[in-house]
Structure formats: C-alpha cells, structure tokens
C-alpha cells in the first residue's frame, strides 16, 4: 500500500490530541515531506510543542507512536513552549521557515529572530561545514560524509538567499534558478549527489574542494560584527 504524508498525519494528530488535550499547543511538519520532496525512505520530521514538556510526557509519546503505521519512519522534535522561545536563535530562524504548521502557528517565534541571528545561522552553518568536510578530506575519505555535508549546506544555502532577499524558498528546485553562481553550484551538486550513488576519487575530490572553498568564504564574508 502506498504511503499517503495527509492520511498518516490525520492519525497521529488525532492521538497527539487524545494524549495532551489543551496541553497541545503546535504540530508541525518538517524535511522532505514537508518541502514535496519525499521519497519511499524520507523519515517524518514531525514538530510537536506542549505547554512545558516532562520526562513522563516523551514516555507517553513515544508509546503513542508505537501504535501507529509507519513508526520506523518517525523522527523529529518536542518541546515545551518556554524552552523554545529561550532556545539559541540562530537555530530558531531555521526552525521557523523549515516547519509548515499542522495546527497552531509558531509565529510567537519571529520577535525573537533578528538580522545577527540570521548571520550567525550562516557562520555557524559554514563553520561545521569547512571543520567536518576538512577532517574528511585528511582522514576518513568517506563520500557518505560528504554527502551528508553538502545535504546540510543545503540549508545554508536557503539561509544566504533569505539574507539577500528576505525571501525563504524551501524547494531546492525553484530556489537553483535564482541564486548567485557560488550558492547555485552548491544546491546543485546537493541534487545531483542524490542521484549518484558512486563517486570516483577525482569526483570526491573536486566536490569536497568545492564545498570547502564555499565554506572558507562565506566564514570570511560573514565575519562577527
């Protein structure tokens, strides 16, 4: 039986209420499924805020899924409200355009999200990037690093466009047309990989110079302020 996201989501949304009635304040969809981009393997990055979250809670919720269709695919995250509008901001500017909401709105998080913060998520961003594709590069060697790397600067790359244009553009198929060159070879090579289960050593190479050339500039260019 094929996998339908909307009817899976009626289900657990559906439990979600029966278990934290009023207490539910947000669901919300992240990842593939989230950006129309899914595929029979893509996990289901469900968002879940309640008004405080406890140790019985994740017990309780974790039950709950194991009692629905399809709970190998289930990841995501849970939190309470408080925690989440005192969580690192950077991370909340991500958090924020990378959840479509399923019920409530997670607007309440936008006064908390400023100019620096959206700096800071690309600085942090090309940080990991340049340190984890330059380790690779010397010692492990390993393309299915690299290829999580470039799946990661993927959204960096969506973090550089909102900085340019204030416009945040979740599909990389629309978002490639529209960056500047450095930013469009990297989304790109981020689709192609997808598609590329072997990689020769001259290719892993070269996309590993790229990404780490890509990484170098944006720590330079977005300096501290």
């Not at 140790?55 to 709970?71: E, F, I, V, W």
């Not at 800071?120 to 090309?126: K, L, Q």
Request: with cysteine.
């Amino acid at each position: 039986m094929d996998f339908n996201i909307n009817t899976w989501m009626k289900g657990y949304l559906d439990g979600l209420k029966a278990l934290f009635a009023s207490r539910l304040q947000f669901v919300g969809l992240q990842g593939s499924y989230c950006r129309g981009e899914a595929t029979v393997n893509s996990d289901i990055d469900a968002v879940v805020i309640l008004d405080q979250v406890t140790p019985g809670d994740l017990k309780a919720y974790g039950a709950m899924l194991d009692t629905l269709p399809n709970r190998e695919k289930v990841c995501g995250f849970i939190s309470g409200r408080q925690e989440l509008l005192n969580w690192e901001r950077s991370d909340l500017f991500q958090f924020y355009h990378d959840t479509t909401p399923v019920l409530g709105s997670i607007d309440f998080l936008l006064p908390q999200i400023d100019h620096e913060d959206i700096h800071r998520a690309i600085r942090i961003g090309a940080c990991n990037i340049y340190h984890l594709c330059g380790h690779n590069m010397v010692h492990e060697k390993d393309v299915d690093i690299l290829k999580n790397l470039y799946k990661s600067a993927a959204f960096t790359v969506q973090a550089v466009y909102y900085d340019q244009t204030r416009a945040y553009l979740k599909q990389k198929e629309e978002l490639i047309p529209l960056l500047q060159p450095p930013e469009r070879e990297i989304l790109q090579t981020v689709i192609n990989l997808k598609q590329q289960p072997n990689m020769a050593q001259t290719e892993f190479e070269q996309f590993s110079a790229l990404l780490f050339n890509w990484a170098a500039g944006l720590i330079i260019e977005y300096k501290t302020e």
